[in-house]
T-cell receptor, first 116, second 113 residues
Framework: KAGVTQTPRYLIKTRGQQVTLSCSPI?????VSWYQQTPGQGLQFLFE???????NKGNFPGRFSGRQFSNSRSEMNVSTLELGDSALYLC???????????????FGEGSRLTVL | GQQVMQIPQYQHVQEGEDFTTYCNSS?????IQWYKQRPGGHPVFLIQ?????EVKKQKRLTFQFGEAKKNSSLHITATQTTDVGTYFC?????????????FGSGTQLTVLP
């Protein structure tokens, strides 16, 4: 069974640009969450999608957005990049359905974004 | 909003020594999960605790969930170099329409041979 796939793995952007990151969850998983990881800040929750609907949203500015497609694949977009957006962006999928316990999260390898 | 505090941030131990990391939540949790992230890797699920006062063991690892379901701990007995990594707890709130999973800041464990 293939794991969670994130693309691209590495990317370099400059301030003011925008970026789109992609995540393909494990087959059969309909819940996809996104996290930002920076040294010393741990994993900061961005948003969670289930069946193409955003279920939860973290405390990030509106420059961070996401969506989920009918095949459960998800994308997140960051517009008007700032230096502080440099981070590892992790996607995780789970079998969570409805308002139940999340259950095990399966993380992808992440997309490492550097903003210059 | 819900906050999950984790201490210590860093821990250096000699191989063979024990190690413990602690998590405290500002709100009552539905469940708590633990993850391990090896250097350069991604978080990998270790366990989920659901019941008040629950204790689970995985070989040298012992996980506890507090009676009030607001705190948890992970204890490793006789650490090995393979235990190196960052350990995260993640708590799911027990209220709200769509309960979010909040991660602690992690404890980075270094094991000296």
């Amino acid at each position: 069974k293939a794991g969670v796939t994130q693309t691209p793995r590495y990317l370099i952007k400059t301030r003011g640009q925008q970026v789109t990151l992609s995540c393909s969850p494990i087959s059969g998983h309909r819940s996809v969450s996104w996290y930002q990881q920076t040294p010393g800040q741990g994993l900061q929750f961005l948003f969670e999608y289930f069946s193409e609907t955003q279920r939860n949203k973290g405390n990030f500015p509106g420059r961070f957005s996401g969506r989920q497609f009918s095949n459960s694949r998800s994308e997140m977009n960051v517009s008007t990049l700032e230096l502080g957006d440099s981070a590892l962006y992790l996607c995780a999928s789970s079998l969570r359905a409805g308002n139940l316990n999340t259950g095990e999260l399966f993380f992808g390898e992440g997309s490492r974004l550097t903003v210059l | 909003g819900q906050q999950v505090m984790q201490i210590p941030q860093y821990q250096h131990v000699q191989e063979g020594e024990d190690f413990t990391t602690y998590c405290n939540s500002s709100t009552t949790l539905s469940n708590i999960q633990w993850y391990k992230q090896r250097p350069g890797g991604h978080p990998v699920f270790l366990i989920q605790l659901v019941k008040s006062g629950e204790v689970k063991k995985q070989k040298r690892l012992t996980f506890q969930f507090g009676e009030a379901k607001k705190n948890s701990s992970l204890h490793i007995t006789a650490t090995q170099t393979t235990d190196v990594g960052t350990y995260f707890c993640a708590g799911q709130s027990s209220s709200g329409s769509a309960r979010q999973l909040t991660f602690g800041s992690g404890t980075q464990l270094t094991v000296l041979p």
